[in-house]
């Protein structure tokens, strides 16, 4: 045979198999032919993953804009994906934030209140931007990863076996309603037939047509038991396939565990750190002097700072120390023993860094700025800021 012909026939059928599915379809629409209805069991199936497929979309997307709202970013991630390329590491906005604080910071010199306090803000605002780098890589593996799986892979496949039983239910129909006229057209013939009509050739006539349409009529319905029986098939496999739906509903509950999970640890660290951020800010005096040696007046303190302010002067032994024993100390020659407050980081070899409730002494030194003191700890020696310790008696 050749396989030009076998083409072309088969080209044929595949254009005869759509003109009928077109017009049945047509008909249907219309109200002039029947439709084979799926059992409810199925359409609840079918729905239910229509459902899941509207809602998991949703979620998806929304989920993506709340992890990286900037739009222009997601559509460079986007291309980066098909291309199965990596896409560049780009500083987030908290880390900026945190790398021109510290560099203001640095500008204005460690040694000032400001400075200081901008460089401790904006280390904090570099480990937020770590923890919320640390939360799009675990939200995106654990939780939009494999809601993506869902609707590239499994739904397509489900939406895939649904338009083939569609079209299997449309041939189903389509022979249903050839059978019906095919039966229509035996009956009709056989009446014509059993009349009294004159003259042998009519009658060898009727008898031919009556055989022919006998002939279509078991063509017709042995073409629908086979379809009936096709149908039957893609209907069973589609519904296996639409029974996952609940599988799928359970693993999309153990993602959104993960999802919260990650939520949770990143809110927790953030809380974490804007704690400790408070607490060193809160021991920073209120009246400092600025870079151009101006006295800046802050303003009054809320009730959280004084209720820092307070425990920060509070001694182990339930003694307090005001501010003003530390400013005393600067006036006279002598020295006295000090808990250190909170955890300092020497920004330079002229300081001394200083771990919580440790005891080091002071003393001061004629000349050094109003807001430090000289400190020592066994060979070590070096500045330490006056609001992070607690002066002993």
């Given at each position: 045979?050749?396989?030009?012909?076998?083409?072309?026939?088969?080209?044929?059928?595949?254009?005869?198999?759509?003109?009928?599915?077109?017009?049945?379809?047509?008909?249907?629409?219309?109200?002039?032919?029947?439709?084979?209805?799926?059992?409810?069991?199925?359409?609840?199936?079918?729905?239910?993953?229509?459902?899941?497929?509207?809602?998991?979309?949703?979620?998806?997307?929304?989920?993506?804009?709340?992890?990286?709202?900037?739009?222009?970013?997601?559509?460079?991630?986007?291309?980066?994906?098909?291309?199965?390329?990596?896409?560049?590491?780009?500083?987030?906005?908290?880390?900026?934030?945190?790398?021109?604080?510290?560099d203001?910071?640095?500008?204005?010199?460690?040694?000032?209140?400001?400075?200081?306090?901008?460089?401790?803000?904006?280390?904090?605002?570099?480990?937020?931007?770590?923890a919320?780098?640390?939360?799009?890589?675990?939200?995106?593996?654990?939780?939009?990863?494999?809601?993506?799986?869902?609707?590239?892979?499994?739904?397509?496949?489900?939406?895939?076996?649904?338009?083939?039983?569609?079209?299997?239910?449309?041939?189903?129909?389509?022979a249903?309603?050839?059978?019906?006229?095919?039966?229509?057209?035996?009956?009709?013939?056989?009446?014509?037939?059993?009349?009294?009509?004159?003259?042998?050739?009519?009658?060898?006539n009727?008898?031919?047509?009556?055989?022919?349409?006998?002939?279509?009529?078991?063509?017709?319905?042995?073409?629908?038991?086979i379809?009936?029986?096709?149908?039957?098939?893609?209907?069973?496999?589609?519904?296996?396939?639409?029974e996952?739906?609940?599988?799928?509903?359970?693993?999309?509950?153990?993602?959104?565990?993960?999802?919260?999970?990650?939520?949770?640890?990143?809110?927790?660290?953030?809380?974490?750190?804007?704690?400790?951020?408070?607490?060193?800010?809160?021991?920073?005096?209120?009246?400092?002097?600025?870079?151009?040696?101006?006295?800046?007046?802050?303003?009054?303190?809320?009730?959280?700072?004084?209720?820092?302010?307070?425990?920060?002067?509070?001694?182990?032994?339930?003694?307090?120390?005001?501010?003003?024993?530390?400013?005393?100390?600067?006036?006279?020659?002598?020295?006295r023993?000090a808990?250190?407050?909170?955890?300092?980081?020497?920004?330079?070899?002229?300081?001394?860094?200083?771990l919580?409730?440790?005891?080091?002494?002071?003393?001061?030194?004629?000349?050094?700025d109003?807001?430090?003191l000289?400190?020592?700890?066994?060979?070590?020696?070096?500045?330490?800021?006056?609001t992070?310790l607690?002066?002993?008696?």
């Amino acid at each position: 045979m050749n396989i030009m012909d076998f083409n072309v026939k088969k080209l044929a059928a595949d254009a005869g198999t759509f003109l009928s599915r077109a017009v049945q379809f047509t008909e249907e629409k219309l109200g002039q032919a029947e439709k084979t209805e799926l059992d409810a069991h199925l359409e609840n199936l079918l729905s239910k993953a229509e459902c899941t497929k509207i809602w998991t979309e949703k979620i998806m997307k929304q989920t993506e804009v709340l992890l990286q709202p900037n739009p222009n970013a997601r559509i460079e991630e986007f291309v980066y994906e098909k291309l199965d390329r990596k896409a560049p590491s780009r500083i987030n906005n908290p880390e900026l934030l945190g790398q021109y604080m510290i560099d203001a910071g640095t500008e204005f010199g460690p040694g000032t209140a400001y400075g200081n306090a901008l460089i401790k803000c904006g280390e904090t605002q570099k480990r937020i931007g770590t923890a919320d780098r640390e939360l799009i890589q675990t939200s995106a593996l654990n939780f939009l990863t494999p809601l993506r799986n869902f609707i590239e892979g499994d739904y397509k496949t489900i939406a895939k076996e649904r338009k083939l039983l569609q079209n299997k239910r449309l041939d189903l129909d389509a022979a249903k309603t050839r059978l019906k006229k095919a039966k229509a057209a035996e009956t009709r013939a056989s009446q014509l037939n059993s009349a009294r009509l004159e003259g042998d050739n009519i009658m060898v006539n009727f008898s031919y047509m009556l055989n022919f349409l006998h002939v279509k009529w078991l063509k017709s319905e042995q073409e629908l038991r086979i379809t009936q029986s096709e149908f039957d098939r893609q209907a069973e496999i589609t519904r296996l396939l639409l029974e996952g739906i609940s599988s799928t509903h359970a693993h999309h509950l153990r993602c959104l565990n993960d999802f919260v999970e990650a939520q949770m640890t990143y809110y927790a660290q953030c809380y974490q750190y804007m704690l400790d951020l408070q607490k060193q800010l809160g021991s920073f005096p209120s009246n400092y002097h600025c870079n151009n040696n101006q006295t800046s007046v802050a303003p009054a303190p809320s009730a959280s700072s004084n209720v820092i302010g307070s425990s920060a002067l509070t001694s182990a032994s339930g003694l307090v120390t005001s501010p003003s024993n530390l400013i005393d100390l600067k006036e006279c020659s002598g020295s006295r023993k000090a808990r250190v407050l909170y955890d300092y980081d020497a920004a330079n070899s002229s300081e001394l860094s200083l771990l919580a409730d440790e005891v080091i002494t002071v003393f001061s030194v004629v000349g050094m700025d109003s807001d430090w003191l000289m400190g020592e700890r066994g060979n070590q020696k070096g500045r330490v800021p006056i609001t992070y310790l607690e002066l002993l008696n």
